[in-house]
């Protein structure tokens, strides 16, 4: 498989699509390291559910605003929410505001979801 820009992948000589996946977990608390790792597991799980490779949309915003609130950040998540066609809930989603609001989101769009 090579990859060519746009999300799409050669494979055999056949340019293929790729879904486009959308990883919602809850980050309060926790440093990038743990955050980089549950989003790795997060991709690997989405990869197995459906049972073939995915292009990951960049959702962990490193370079935010110092000043920026939480609802700045939820703003940017459901911004790029509406370019996915699936959306991998993590563990303690359902406890998290932002990943209950992103999940109703992508509930109430008709965006597929997988939760953990």
């Known amino acids: 498989m090579h990859p060519v820009p746009g999300g799409h992948h050669l494979i055999g000589g056949i340019e293929v699509l790729m879904k486009?996946?959308?990883?919602?977990?809850?980050?309060r608390g926790k440093s990038?390291?743990?955050?980089?790792?549950?989003?790795?597991?997060a991709i690997?799980?989405?990869k197995d559910a459906l049972g073939e490779e995915v292009e990951?949309?960049?959702?962990?915003?490193q370079g935010a605003p110092a000043d920026a609130?939480?609802?700045?950040?939820?703003?940017?998540?459901?911004?790029?929410?509406?370019?996915?066609?699936?959306?991998?809930?993590a563990?303690?989603?359902?406890q998290a505001r932002g990943c209950k609001?992103?999940?109703l989101c992508a509930t109430?769009?008709?965006i597929h979801t997988i939760e953990a």
């Open 20 to 27: 486009k996946l959308f990883i919602s977990q809850p980050m």
């Open 32 to 41: 990038d390291d743990q955050i980089l790792a549950e989003r790795s597991n």
């Open 44 to 46: 690997q799980a989405a």
């Open 56 to 61: 990951v949309i960049e959702s962990f915003f």
């Open 69 to 89: 609130k939480p609802l700045w950040f939820l703003g940017k998540s459901l911004e790029l929410l509406s370019t996915a066609d699936i959306a991998y809930f």
């Open 91 to 94: 563990p303690g989603w359902s």
């Open 101 to 103: 609001i992103e999940h």
């Open 108 to 110: 109430e769009y008709g």
